[in-house]
C-alpha cells in the first residue's frame, strides 16, 4: 500500500504524502464513534470499579489507536514515530506506576491526617 | 534516509519551500514530522503529570471519583466527544485535500475543523458555567455550601423525603447526581450548634463542620469507600472538592491545547490561500494535524475517566 504514493509531479517533485480514500477515513470514524457509544452504554452497567476502569481504558486505548494509527498516519510513517509514541506512554507507565508504589509506603501516614478534626474547615477558608 | 535521493542527477529542480540544509522534500518532510512527534512526545509527558494525579487519587480515594463523575454530564461529554472526533476526520481530510492538490477542500476541511473547535469550547464554557455556578471549583475555591444547595434541590426537586434531615438530625441522602444513597446520622447537638440561623433548606452551609464532628466522634467507621473513617458528607466524601480540582485542571489543560489548535489551524487557513500546499510541499498542514489529532487522543482518555467511571 506504501508505494503508489511515491510519484512525482509534473515538476519532478516527489509526492510525499500517502493520501488515503475518503472512504476509509470516515470508516475509521465510524468506528471511533461506536466505539464511544460502547464506552458510554457500558458505563450505565453495574460492575466492579477495578473492572470499569479497566474497560473504559481498554476502549480508550482501541480509540486512541485507531487516530494514532490512521488519522495520524503512523501505520505508513516510519517506524521510529511510533517508537516515540509507544515510549512516551510507556514512560508515562512507569511514573504513574513508581508513584503509586511511593503513595503506598505513606498512605498510612496521610489518611490520619485528612481524618483529623478541622481537616476539611481548614479547607473551607474563605468562603 | 530514503531510496528517493535527489541529489546526484545535478538537474533536479529545488522546491520553493525546501530549505537549503535539506538534501530533499522528503528529507525535509520526513525530518518536520520527527521533531513534531518528539514533541507530541512531550505533551504526552505534560499532560502525564496530570494523568497521575488522577490515578494516584483513584487508587487512594475511589469514591471521589465513584461521587464525582455523577456531577459531570455524560451527555455533553459525549456530545464533545463526537464534536471531536468528527474535527479528527475533518482534520485529516484536510491533509488528504492537501496531498491531493485541493485547494478548496482543504480550505473547506480546515473551516469545518476549526468550526468543531469552536464548538468543542462553547460546550466546554456551558458546563464549565454550570459548575461555577454552583461552586463546583477547584481546590480552596470549591465552595461547599453552595455544592450542597445545589444538591439539595436537586434533591426536593425528585421529591422524596426533602425533610429529613430537619429535627432529629438525620440527614437522608441521596445526592442530586443520583449517587448511592447513604444515611449520615448527625448528633443533635453538634447539628445545632453548627448552623445556629439556618435557612430552611438545612444543612448548607454547616454541612462539612458536621463531618469534621463526625471524624472527630469516629462514627460508622468503613461502610464507605473502603477507607476507615472516611466519612461523607450527605453521601458524598468530605475532599470531594479534590476530584473538581483535577476535573478542571485536566480539561483546563486540554481546553487551552484546543485553543492552541484552533490557532494553528486559522492560520493554516490564511496561508493556504496562495496554493502553496500540494503533494510536494504539506508538511504544515500535516504537522498541524498532527497536534489537533493529539488534541482528540488525549480527549479520548479524559472523557472516559472523568465522565463514565
Redesign the interface.
Known amino acids: 500500500m506504501g508505494d503508489h504514493s511515491h510519484g512525482t509531479d509534473e515538476h519532478g517533485h516527489e509526492h510525499l504524502g500517502h493520501p488515503l480514500s475518503v472512504r476509509f477515513l470516515v470508516g475509521i470514524l465510524m468506528a471511533l464513534l461506536f466505539l464511544t457509544v460502547v464506552t458510554v452504554g457500558v458505563s450505565y452497567i453495574e460492575m466492579g470499579r477495578t473492572v470499569a476502569l479497566l474497560v473504559a481504558l481498554l476502549v480508550a486505548v482501541v480509540k486512541a489507536s485507531l487516530v494514532a494509527l490512521f488519522f495520524m498516519h503512523l501505520r505508513w510513517d516510519k517506524p521510529f514515530n511510533s517508537v516515540i509514541l509507544v515510549a512516551s506512554m510507556a514512560f508515562l507507565i512507569l511514573f504513574i506506576a513508581f508513584a503509586k508504589l511511593d503513595t503506598g509506603e505513606y498512605m498510612h501516614e496521610i489518611t490520619p491526617m485528612t481524618e483529623a478534626p478541622g481537616y476539611v474547615e481548614q479547607g473551607l477558608k474563605g468562603n | 534516509m530514503s531510496e ?1 535521493e ?1 541529489h546526484g542527477d545535478g538537474h ?2 529545488h ?1 520553493p519551500h525546501q530549505a537549503h540544509h535539506w538534501d ?3 528529507q525535509q ?2 525530518a518536520g ?2 521533531g513534531m ?2 514533541f ?3 505533551e ?2 505534560l499532560f ?1 503529570g496530570l ?2 494525579a488522577y ?2 487519587y ?3 480515594y ?1 469514591e471521589l471519583y ?1 461521587y464525582g463523575h455523577h456531577a459531570l454530564d ?1 451527555v455533553w461529554g ?1 456530545i464533545n ?2 464534536v471531536l ?2 474535527s ?2 475533518t ?3 484536510a ?2 485535500a ?3 492538490g485541493n485547494r478548496k477542500q482543504l480550505q473547506a476541511m480546515l473551516a469545518i475543523t476549526f468550526l468543531c473547535g469552536c464548538g468543542f469550547m462553547g460546550i466546554k464554557a456551558v458546563e464549565y458555567k454550570a459548575k461555577i455556578d454552583h461552586g463546583y471549583l477547584p ?7 453552595k455544592t450542597i444547595e445545589h444538591e439539595h434541590e436537586g434533591h426536593a426537586h425528585d421529591g422524596d423525603h426533602h425533610d429529613d434531615h430537619h429535627g432529629d438530625g438525620v440527614a437522608h441522602a441521596e445526592g442530586v447526581f443520583g449517587a448511592p444513597a447513604v444515611s449520615v446520622v448527625a448528633p443533635l447537638e453538634q447539628t445545632a450548634q453548627a448552623q445556629p440561623a439556618a435557612p430552611p433548606s438545612g444543612l448548607s452551609a454547616s454541612a ?2 458536621v ?3 463526625h ?2 466522634h469516629g462514627h460508622e467507621d468503613g461502610d464507605h469507600g473502603g ?5 461523607p458528607v450527605d453521601g458524598r466524601p ?2 470531594i ?1 479534590i476530584f473538581f480540582s483535577i476535573y478542571f485542571m485536566m480539561t483546563g489543560l486540554h481546553g487551552i491545547h484546543v485553543l492552541i489548535g484552533m490557532a494553528v489551524i486559522a492560520w493554516l487557513l490564511v496561508v493556504c490561500r496562495d496554493g502553496r500546499f ?5 508538511t504544515p498542514v ?1 504537522i498541524g ?2 497536534y489537533w ?2 488534541v ?2 488525549i480527549w ?2 479524559l ?3 472523568l465522565y ?2
Not at chain 2, 227 to 231: A, F, N, T
Not at chain 2, 278 to 282: I, T
Open positions: 528517493h535527489s533536479h529542480a522546491h530533499s522534500m522528503r518532510f520526513e514530522k520527527l512527534w518528539l507530541l512526545a512531550t504526552v509527558l502525564g494523568f497521575c490515578f494516584i483513584r487508587a487512594n475511589p465513584e455524560k459525549a466527544t463526537v472526533l468528527v479528527s476526520l482534520m485529516a481530510l491533509v488528504r492537501s496531498q491531493v481546590g480552596k475555591l470549591f465552595n461547599y455550601a462539612s463542620r463531618a469534621g464532628d471524624a472527630e477507607h476507615d473513617g472516611y466519612l468530605p475532599n472538592h500540494g503533494p510536494s510541499y504539506f500535516e494535524g498532527l489529532h493529539l482528540d487522543l479520548i482518555f472523557f472516559p475517566l463514565l467511571i
